[in-house]
């Protein structure tokens, strides 16, 4: 059972060829009148070109009218009605063309292999019933027409007086194109669809693969939800039972005691925000639904630098702020714009040394929030920041500073900014400083 | 001298706790379950209940509705603990919860900070006394 977004991409794709038809049709309409031109003005073959230019027209009026349709159409789900005005189209080219090797000559006119391009064309829209039906029409236009000539019911249009021979009084003759052009047709139609429908196949296990693929990882996500609330669990137990023994409530301890004490409570406290990182962006990723709420941006900032500014203070390290006046509010998951913005002042705040300085610019414009923090820390190496973004990746100047980190605040503030339908961007010097920018619609 | 009665499946957390409020010279019970919980707090009348969320069987919420419900346990004042933040997304302090929905007095949030714990169960106490 076919699934609904499948089905979408099936009828997408029609959509999208018989669109790509019309437009090719423009293409055969010039080529009609460029062909009609060069053989009556250029190579002088005796042509009646009224009722030739007449089908010309014709055919610039109803593709005309069909393009008209079809972007009309283009937004519209109406697989069927697509399906039929493909058909449609489709027998009137190989009306049109019939006309027109009739009145250019009939068997004379070697422009009838173009009715196989027809077929071709049906053969890829198409489903095989439907290609053979019209290539059973084509072989009936053509048959008719050299048929027709042949016999006298249909008046011929000559091309004598360019080619010597009446071919077309040749019952043999007739026969043998009619037999070799007819085959040619189906066989065409015939092999269209077979490649067309592998190619359908392909797609729609491409689709079923990638489908799969998307689920797997949806389950991943889960179990690593699972498993590191249960590892948090027993985190906090062990936390919970060693840190009193630490503070001596269970009695006082010796230096030695409270040396190995100490670093055990500090490497769990470590593990927890570790398994709290891990959690935030495994949750980011199963989120699909977010809530959305209008707050100010302009609060939002006052906090952050509140909380950053103290920090910042500690070690001696400016951090300046500039903000442009009437920054608007915006429309987003608060808790997750401050934590993106958190996470890159974090960062800036730990790989800036003593006296350095951390700068943060809000500006907005119409539909977007710009912000950027630039610090004048130690920057990322020229081969490290093509991956910074990636999960739990650390460069390898801030593994030498900072043995511990998650390697996992930026992929977080990079999911939470793509959330948003915004774009994140960073560059570095080493030794100089790292710039990140982030772009946000200020309402989706 | 008052009388804390510690509601939550987590032995080691049970124990830690325990240590550190006997220390500072209270007395303490404990109860494995929402449903030993409930049957000790009408025994013993504590004076504070320290309620867990998660256990298996009857939970924390249920178990503080049906203590409030209760005539005989309604004046228990009931400390409750939580890591549901991460499970929920859900800051119980920050957001404030609906009181009659989830009828607690206070919240201390897992992994425990044993020193808050202590002065959230002395204030907790002294409310009480008043």
Same mark, same amino acid.
């Given at each position: 059972?076919?699934?609904?977004?499948?089905?979408?991409?099936?009828?997408?794709?029609?959509?999208?060829?018989?669109?790509?038809?019309?437009?090719?049709?423009?293409?055969?309409?010039?080529?009609?009148?460029?062909?009609?031109?060069?053989?009556?003005?250029?190579?002088?073959?005796?042509?009646?070109?009224?009722?030739?230019?007449?089908?010309?027209?014709?055919?610039?009026?109803?593709?005309?009218?069909?393009?008209?349709?079809?972007?009309?159409?283009?937004?519209?789900?109406?697989?069927?009605?697509?399906?039929?005005?493909?058909?449609?189209?489709?027998?009137?080219?190989?009306?049109?063309?019939?006309?027109?090797?009739?009145?250019?000559?009939?068997?004379?006119?070697?422009?009838?292999?173009?009715?196989?391009?027809?077929?071709?064309?049906?053969?890829?829209?198409?489903?095989?019933?439907?290609?053979?039906?019209?290539?059973?029409?084509?072989?009936?236009?053509?048959?008719?027409?050299?048929?027709?000539?042949?016999?006298?019911?249909?008046?011929?249009?000559?091309?004598?007086?360019?080619?010597?021979?009446?071919?077309?009084?040749?019952?043999?003759?007739?026969?043998?194109?009619?037999?070799?052009?007819?085959?040619?047709?189906?066989?065409?139609?015939?092999?269209?669809?077979?490649?067309?429908?592998?190619?359908?196949?392909?797609?729609?296990?491409?689709?079923?693969?990638?489908?799969?693929?998307?689920?797997?990882?949806?389950?991943?996500?889960?179990?690593?939800?699972?498993?590191?609330?249960?590892?948090?669990?027993?985190?906090?137990?062990?936390?919970?039972?060693?840190?009193?023994?630490?503070?001596?409530?269970?009695?006082?301890?010796?230096?030695?005691?409270?040396?190995?004490?100490?670093?055990?409570?500090?490497?769990?406290?470590?593990? #927890?925000?570790?398994?709290? &990182? *891990? =959690?935030? +962006?495994? $949750?980011?990723? /199963?989120?699909?639904?977010? !809530?959305?709420?209008?707050?100010?941006?302009?609060?939002?900032?006052?906090?952050?630098?509140?909380?950053?500014?103290?920090?910042?203070?500690?070690?001696?390290?400016?951090?300046?702020?500039?903000?442009?006046?009437?920054?608007?509010?915006?429309?987003?998951?608060? #808790?997750?714009?401050?934590? &993106? *913005? =958190?996470? +890159?002042? $974090?960062?800036? /705040?730990?790989?800036?040394? !003593?006296?350095?300085?951390?700068?943060?610019?809000?500006?907005?414009?119409?539909?977007?929030?710009?912000?950027?923090?630039?610090?004048?820390?130690?920057?990322?190496?020229?081969?490290?920041?093509?991956?910074?973004?990636?999960?739990?990746?650390?460069?390898?100047?801030?593994?030498?500073?900072?043995?511990?980190?998650?390697?996992?605040?930026?992929?977080?503030?990079?999911?939470?900014?793509?959330?948003?339908?915004?774009?994140?961007?960073?560059?570095?010097?080493?030794?100089?400083?790292?710039?990140?920018?982030?772009?946000?619609?200020?309402?989706? | 001298?008052?009388?804390?009665?510690?509601?939550?499946?987590?032995?080691?957390?049970?124990?830690?706790?325990?240590?550190?409020?006997?220390?500072?010279?209270?007395?303490?019970?404990?109860?494995?379950?929402?449903?030993?919980?409930?049957?000790?707090?009408?025994?013993?009348?504590?004076?504070?209940?320290?309620?867990?969320?998660?256990?298996?069987?009857?939970?924390?919420?249920?178990?503080?509705?049906?203590?409030?419900?209760?005539?005989?346990?309604?004046?228990?004042?009931?400390?409750?603990?939580?890591?549901?933040?991460?499970?929920?997304?859900?800051?119980?302090?920050?957001?404030?919860?609906?009181?009659?929905?989830?009828?607690?007095?206070?919240?201390?949030?897992?992994?425990?900070?044993?020193?808050?714990?202590?002065?959230?169960?002395?204030?907790?106490?002294?409310?009480?006394?008043?």
């Amino acid at each position: 059972m076919k699934s609904i977004s499948e089905d979408n991409t099936v009828e997408k794709k029609l959509i999208d060829r018989v669109y790509w038809l019309t437009r090719l049709r423009w293409i055969a309409i010039l080529g009609v009148v460029a062909t009609i031109l060069t053989a009556s003005r250029f190579f002088r073959v005796s042509l009646e070109v009224r009722p030739l230019y007449s089908i010309a027209v014709f055919l610039a009026i109803y593709n005309g009218l069909f393009s008209w349709l079809m972007r009309h159409l283009q937004g519209r789900q109406m697989y069927g009605v697509i399906k039929a005005l493909a058909n449609l189209q489709i027998f009137l080219d190989l009306t049109c063309l019939a006309f027109l090797i009739h009145f250019s000559g009939g068997v004379e006119n070697p422009f009838y292999f173009y009715f196989i391009f027809h077929i071709i064309i049906a053969g890829i829209l198409l489903s095989r019933r439907e290609t053979v039906i019209l290539a059973t029409y084509a072989a009936i236009l053509f048959s008719a027409i050299v048929l027709g000539e042949q016999r006298g019911f249909l008046h011929h249009y000559s091309l004598l007086g360019t080619f010597a021979v009446s071919l077309h009084e040749n019952f043999t003759y007739v026969l043998g194109v009619s037999f070799v052009f007819v085959s040619t047709l189906y066989i065409a139609a015939y092999l269209t669809t077979s490649i067309s429908s592998r190619l359908h196949e392909r797609e729609r296990s491409l689709t079923k693969a990638n489908e799969l693929l998307a689920e797997k990882d949806r389950i991943k996500s889960e179990y690593v939800l699972r498993v590191s609330h249960d590892l948090k669990e027993d985190l906090a137990a062990v936390h919970t039972c060693v840190e009193p023994v630490q503070k001596g409530v269970t009695g006082s301890l010796n230096e030695e005691q409270m040396n190995l004490l100490s670093r055990a409570t500090g490497r769990s406290k470590q593990l #927890i925000v570790y398994i709290d &990182a *891990l =959690l935030e +962006i495994t $949750k980011l990723k /199963l989120t699909e639904k977010m !809530e959305m709420s209008s707050f100010s941006v302009v609060d939002l900032i006052r906090e952050i630098v509140e909380s950053i500014g103290s920090m910042a203070q500690h070690e001696r390290r400016t951090f300046e702020v500039q903000m442009d006046p009437g920054i608007p509010s915006m429309k987003g998951v608060r #808790i997750y714009i401050q934590e &993106a *913005l =958190l996470n +890159i002042l $974090k960062n800036s /705040l730990k790989y800036t040394p !003593e006296g350095g300085k951390i700068t943060l610019r809000v500006q907005s414009d119409r539909s977007w929030l710009r912000v950027q923090v630039t610090d004048t820390g130690m920057g990322i190496p020229a081969d490290d920041l093509p991956q910074i973004f990636t999960e739990f990746y650390r460069a390898k100047n801030a593994k030498a500073l900072l043995k511990k980190g998650t390697g996992l605040g930026l992929s977080i503030a990079k999911k939470i900014v793509e959330m948003h339908h915004g774009k994140i961007g960073i560059e570095s010097r080493l030794g100089q400083g790292t710039s990140v920018s982030l772009e946000i619609p200020l309402d989706l | 001298m008052s009388k804390i009665l510690i509601v939550d499946d987590d032995a080691d957390i049970v124990e830690a706790m325990r240590l550190v409020l006997e220390k500072r010279g209270h007395k303490v019970t404990l109860a494995a379950d929402g449903n030993e919980g409930m049957a000790k707090a009408r025994a013993g009348k504590p004076d504070v209940i320290i309620l867990d969320v998660m256990m298996p069987g009857l939970d924390g919420f249920e178990v503080a509705r049906e203590l409030k419900r209760d005539s005989q346990t309604r004046n228990i004042s009931i400390l409750m603990l939580t890591a549901i933040k991460d499970k929920m997304g859900f800051d119980f302090q920050k957001e404030g919860v609906d009181p009659n929905w989830l009828p607690v007095d206070d919240y201390c949030d897992k992994p425990l900070d044993y020193e808050l714990l202590l002065e959230k169960v002395d204030q907790l106490v002294r409310h009480k006394k008043n």
